[in-house]
């Protein structure tokens, strides 16, 4: 399931270089005025623990949990911010493949809904409570991989036979949405990861807590044996596993490896660029 993106690439790599300007001028900015509703730093939910996965809350109750407000700096995001998806069903994994640990199509597959309507910034809240991630952790991915548009779409191929309904000419992309969701990846979520943005942020959030759950068996076998194998209870390296497929693989000078998708999302997570008045324009 690798998810290296082109749009992730060339969306990093501006961001990057909007980060050696800005840092200086939006690392203590303050939501108030129009940022009114605006997260508070660190935002508002924590990760929770190896095992948490049984104890979760469901779509209903992860929604009772989030700070309601009407702050929007991703206008352009409102019609995929209010699409539920319809009939969506991810294709379970094979278990004779020994891929993933069995619990993954009953704990993760099967709980991905994208069951939730409202602001960008309140489906990052739901999607962090739904799995018990931070919700600063989503908007930092979503930062690096989109900017916060859910129209963002990338990883273009160029077999006609790969190409997605809808996009014929080739080449044509096969991952879309706010986080970067990679439809060959996750067999079943198109159009949905295009249309919706919860189904999108909610795709984040199940891979991020099957991964630090220590479901993801295949990715024993990948990435940098320096810095040990795959295991249980390193959500650092789950984020970079999002990215590129691979575990810890090249080195944080290296924007384009795992490593480096670490780096910067770390970066931005302290950042807070979705703080700066210059976030919404």
């Given at each position: ?22 840092y ?12 009114a509703g ?6 508002y939910f924590t990760l ?14 992860a929604a009772?949990e989030v ?6 700096p991703?206008?352009d ?8 998806p319809?009939?969506l069903r991810?294709?379970?994994a094979?278990?004779a493949d020994h891929?993933?640990d069995?619990r993954?199509n009953?704990?993760?597959l ?6 939730y ?10 999607a ?20 916060w ?8 191929v ?8 809808g ?22 979520i ?7 943005t ?6 984040l959030?199940?891979w ?7 479901w993801v068996w295949w990715l ?9 194998t795959?295991k249980a209870?390193?959500i ?8 590129s ?18 780096y ?10 979705w703080?700066s008045?210059?976030f919404?324009?």
């Amino acid at each position: 399931m690798k998810s290296s993106r082109t749009a992730a690439l060339v969306l990093g790599a501006f961001a990057v270089l909007a980060g050696l300007v800005l840092y200086p001028s939006i690392r203590h900015a303050v939501a108030k005025g129009d940022f009114a509703g605006a997260p508070p730093r660190s935002g508002y939910f924590t990760l929770r623990p190896v095992g948490s996965y049984a104890s979760l809350p469901d779509d209903a109750a992860a929604a009772a949990e989030v700070h309601r407000s009407s702050w929007e700096p991703r206008e352009d995001n409102t019609a995929y911010n209010n699409t539920f998806p319809h009939s969506l069903r991810l294709r379970p994994a094979k278990q004779a493949d020994h891929s993933y640990d069995p619990r993954w199509n009953t704990y993760i597959l099967k709980r991905i809904t994208g069951n939730y309507a409202g602001t960008t910034d309140e489906i990052f809240q739901w999607a962090a409570a739904k799995w018990g991630v931070p919700d600063n952790l989503l908007r930092a991915i979503a930062y690096m991989e989109s900017g916060w548009n859910q129209s963002n779409y990338g990883d273009f191929v160029r077999n006609g036979a790969e190409c997605l309904p809808g996009y014929r000419k080739l080449p044509c992309p096969v991952t879309f949405g706010i986080v970067g969701v990679k439809s060959t990846s996750w067999h079943g979520i198109f159009p949905w990861n295009h249309d919706s943005t919860a189904a999108a942020v909610d795709v984040l959030g199940g891979w991020l807590r099957g991964c630090y759950e220590g479901w993801v068996w295949w990715l024993r076998a990948h990435g940098n044996r320096s810095h040990g194998t795959y295991k249980a209870g390193d959500i650092w390296g789950c984020v970079g596993a999002w990215y590129s497929g691979n575990w810890y693989d090249g080195s944080p000078n290296h924007q384009q490896s795992g490593q480096g998708y670490i780096y910067w999302t770390k970066h931005w997570e302290e950042v807070e660029p979705w703080l700066s008045r210059s976030f919404g324009f």
